[in-house]
């Protein structure tokens, strides 16, 4: 079964209790103590300690808040959007196609995954990721990002953060049904009058669909997530193909020079 | 030997296996055997020790050791899921700040000692009797408007307790009945109110 | 717990958490339900989801607030003009639920004449002795009630929450069904409350009439036989000195809604920690025995076993079993010992003689004066988590000895090394002679045992594992505690020792370390025959003659066979989970369920059906455990002359009230009077626009130069408003949150939350240094500048508050200044709640240095802070 998260922001409520049953469950370090001053989000992005992250938006910027009742899950105007952000496990998927060792792998359950006993640290693909979510543990050089809980999706057990999640923002299951789920849930929403609610799950692009689906509100940029991510080696395709025609032509030559030699 | 290592290596399981080399066919042993860490242990039904909503949890323990701690999917309150601090508990339970010994600092001392646990409880049995000795009012005279006459009392406030709303039903009933009902103790509270 | 006590006869939430989603309306107010009890609140974004509306009333704009439809904004410390006014609004656009009211609330009572209101006296009641500071509560009474007994000065008031402490209503009062007779409850109510108005909400509390309006439209349009509507409060309603009225004037809006005792519909308690309803249950509280019956006061109700039951005994409605109470409870604590000839021991138990709760005692720790030695500590953290924290920590210096268990060596056991007082030199280590023993504590994974919820069900966790090292669990410290002293008094027997002499620990001891068998003491709990030692189904076994004991009666059933451990079942079926836990009182999970029906006993309506009186069975059937006589008919009358439970009708369903009825109005019970009525905080920034009575005037301020406080109203020096609250990623005063690096690194330091406006004016960055300042002290923390905060204009000019979340202290892996520090030690007068929001600050840029603060600090903060 190839499986997805759909992370619905709606349903959000800020506790971080993904971030917490990801590193509690896989043993991540924490990222230190760092005060950010932005909003309550002070563990600040993705990265190789920090698995699941969410983001605080504050759609406040010289608004005063309103004290006539119309600020909080219906305003347009005066908001405190939450979204746990994650690894998409992109269908074509930059670290994966940049991975030089093989330890990066696509699982039975789509997802993508990096073996920490094949990884070499060579940092592939920390630069090949469209979303910045792969990076390197500086201890010891070597790549980690959510690791989808292949552990425990393989023993039929949900991820760590869809099990927690307290409101079931997280959800987690068959990436068809959970596609179906995101548009139904973007018409309801519709029908209550939110009407600035999208789906992201960028299949029109290079990374074609991801295996973490998005509700949101607003614009995908107001989230740190691009609206048109393209895998990196795309723009590799061409000089690959380059490549090799220029090698088959090199060949050729060495071989015409070869046989015209013998000749 | 070179047979392991050469199968190990990613062009070659793709050939053998196939696929695109980025699929099972890449996958090391590890890769291969990776389980839930709570696999194959045995698990206790226990309850989140943070907030009053009193969310269901997995205690799996292996061996005498805790390996996690999840929500409890059958609970009709939380349904399997906890919050960041009830996601922590592991760490709450494991961390390497937890304190396992007993410490004594000693009158004007400027640093712990480490004490025997069972010389600790003698010690504070000791101070509980001495302090209760010292200030405990069997009879007390009252004054009405009939009269002056002497009344139980038997109060010891000497001695003081606080807390109780982080700890078990069992543990409150044992503290107010030997707190109150055995030594007098009046003076004995915790975080609840209202 | 009185709030909802006196209101209804029991002192816990009335509904469970799930049964918020079956509500049409929401209303979260004193409590930031989002952040402190996530899971919970997924019951609120259920109904949310179903189309219920949420609204959230709150000085901030939190995360509560983010998934809220309405939010409104309020000043701190002014929540009972709000709902005073949505009180208002129902009974001026006659919105109530008006055949719940007449039935089941007592509305109707025709009240004495000489009764006088605030309205009357300006701010006090009739009754008031400004001697004494205190309110005799005679005149509050029904008309032609029974003589009055007047309040018991020692008691709080969490004992028996019946609150009919003054009247033992043996007879109905004369009542007016047509609620107009001017001296009836509800004539009176519409009287006291009409000057709450709109307009007054706006002036007092900061909420202009629109936002108002909505909320008012919003909540009470859930009502009726179709809809109800469901109230979640937490100590943001509290932690005032008018905390317990607060709780009294939801109570009041939700029986005048008709909102109490049905699906959706009632009052959620919110408790912050794991077992503090169980804490309060079973009481380590001065004040109450196990089950809500009052201690003894010394020359009061405890010169006798007699005087006691005579005095706390109700000739009608459930507390007519008191006396099997008390005589059980009095047989699990002094078994064989406790015979008929000595009153079964009542005279070992301590008598009550003033103020023993916590400020109580600390203060006179603090003073060096009194007769404390020593004290125990068990998993509170007082050094950080009390108000007036630095008197605090000062007083345990004062101390002989000092015992604190925790899982960690938190800033309670290091008073003596590191706390800000030992930094600033204001205390010398070599100077404190205070013996400190720590213990390391068993965590909940360690021990077999329960809690009980915030819906008052009882939840057993089981032991995993062995604690590590010296670990143990409270059970074992206080057994192998109790058993050294028992052996000490077995050798001594004077009468001082009679009660621990007699004192029953037999607790059978298991594993390795001798651990008491938490089995055993529930069974004790929940009582037996004494014949026999069988366990007893339920308290409905309870005899007054000795034949058996019960630990707490309100637990009793939750183990009624040697292999039926009911707070252990894990099998949760139909709509309240029933066969997964226990609650108390006998496995109800709605209280007063009885209410969901009409008088005649079938549903107010399909929608919200749960309890009704099957005809055909005879018997009341339906979703719940009927918290009312099985198979008591609802046109059941009494006859002449009986008493308890079968001395109320078939229609009265607070069956704990000795009239059967939901009280709007309380005779008794709350010490500051019958009604709700708004004071100011203790510390205010605008003099209170409803009388010239200021503040509450029973709140016990507690103030001396330790404990100081800012002129009221208006002190120039202390122009804000101050409150303090949790954050979701921490734990009160930190030490199970800070401890951990996956919880400090989400909140790693001690910030403060202020608005654009606020910020300019002091000239204060994002992430700046500044210094809050109270009377108390100065603490040094962050800025968080937000809109999410904003300034409301108050009585003419605008207010600005500032928010602390308190979770930091000078231990664990993020550290900072504690938040506590700022506040006073202050007494609500009915449960001796302390003020935690509403008092004032000043607050400015960290410029010179504030002269409490310890330079050493800064050094070890920045290695935190990297």
Redesign the interface.
Known sequence: MITAFLTDSTLCIGCKACEVACKEWNQVPSDGYHFTGFSYDNTVALGHSTWRHVKFVERTAGVAAPIDGTAGYRSNTFRWDFSSDVCKHCSNAGCLEACPTGSIVRTEFGGVYVQPDICNGCGYCVVSCPFGVIDRRPEDGRAFKCTFCYDRQKAGLAPACAAACPTQSIQFGEIGELRAKAAARIAQLRERGIDDASIYDPQHTSVGGTHAIFVLRGRPEDYNLPSNPEVPTVHLRDGWSSAAVAAGLMLLGTAAAFFMQRE | MLKELLSSW?VV?QITSGGD????E???A??RA????N?ET?V??????????????L?F?RK???V?????P????????????????????T?A????????????????HDID?ET??????D?????RE???E?H?I?T?KDGSRE???????????????????????????????????????????? | MPGLGTSFGRGGATMALQDLANADAILIMGSSMAENHPVGFRWVIKARERGATVIHVDPRFNRTSAMADVWAPLRAGTDIVFLGALVNHVLTHGLEFRQFVVAYTNAPAIINDDFKDTEDLDGLFSGWDPEQRQYSPDSWAYKSSDPKVGHEDGHGGHAKDRGGEASPMAHDPPRDPTLQDPRCVFQILKRHFARYTPAMVQEVCGVPPEAFQRVADAYIRASGPERTGAICYAVGWTQHSTGVQTIRTAAILQLLLGNIGRPGGGILALRGHASIQGSTDIPTLYDVLPGYLPMPTFAGDGTSLDSYIAKHRLPRGWWGNLDRYIVSLLKAWYGDAATAANDYGFDWLPRISGDHSHFGYWLEMADATGTIDGLFVMGQNPAVGAPNARLARRALANLKWLVVRDLVELETATFWLDSPEIARGEMRTEDIATEVFFFPAAAHTEKDGCFTNTQRLLQWHERAVEPPGDARSEAWFMYHLGRRLKARAAADQRPANAGLNALTWNYRTIGPHAEPDANDILQEINGRRVADRSLLPGFHALESDGSTSCGCWIYSGVYPSPDRNRARERKGQGRYGQGWGFAWPADRRILYNRASARPDGTPWSDRKKLVWWDRANREWVGHDTPDFGKRKAPDYVPPSGATGDEALRGDAPFIMHADGMGWIWVPSGVKDGPLPTHYEPLESVIPNQLYSQQSNPVADRKERPDNPYAGSPLDPRYPHVLMTYRLTEHHTSGAMSRTLSHLAELQPEFFCEISPELASNIGAANGQHVTISTPRGSVVARALVTARMRPLRVHGRAVHQVGLPYHWGYRGLVRGDVANDLLAISEEPTVRIFESKGLVCRIEVRGPRSEVRDPRAEVRGSEVRR
């Not at chain 2, 059958?74 to 709450?92: T, V």
């Not at chain 2, 010994?101 to 004007?108: D, G, H, S």
């Not at chain 2, 600790?120 to 049995?125: G, H, K, S, T």
């Open positions: 990613p399981k080399g980025t699929g099972r890449a996958m090391s590890a890769t990776l389980r839930p860490r696999d045995e206790a039904r226990s309850v989140c020790p943070y907030c009053a909503v009193g969310c269901g949890q205690v323990h005498g050791r805790l996690s701690i999840e929500g409890d059958h609970s009709p309150i939380s349904e399997g899921h906890l919050c960041p601090k009830g996601a922590a508990s592991f760490e709450l339970v961390h700040a937890r304190a396992t010994r007993v410490k004594y600092r000693a009158p004007y001392a400027t640093e712990w646990l600790a409880m003698d010690m504070v049995a101070r509980v009797w001495t302090s010292r200030h405990f069997q007390r009252a009405t009344l139980p009392l038997m109060q010891c406030t000497s001695i003081a307790h606080l807390g109780g709303a982080t700890l078990d039903n069992e543990e409150n009933y044992l503290i107010k009945k030997l707190f109150a009902g055995g030594l007098g103790m009046v003076c004995i509270s915790n975080q609840a109110r209202i």
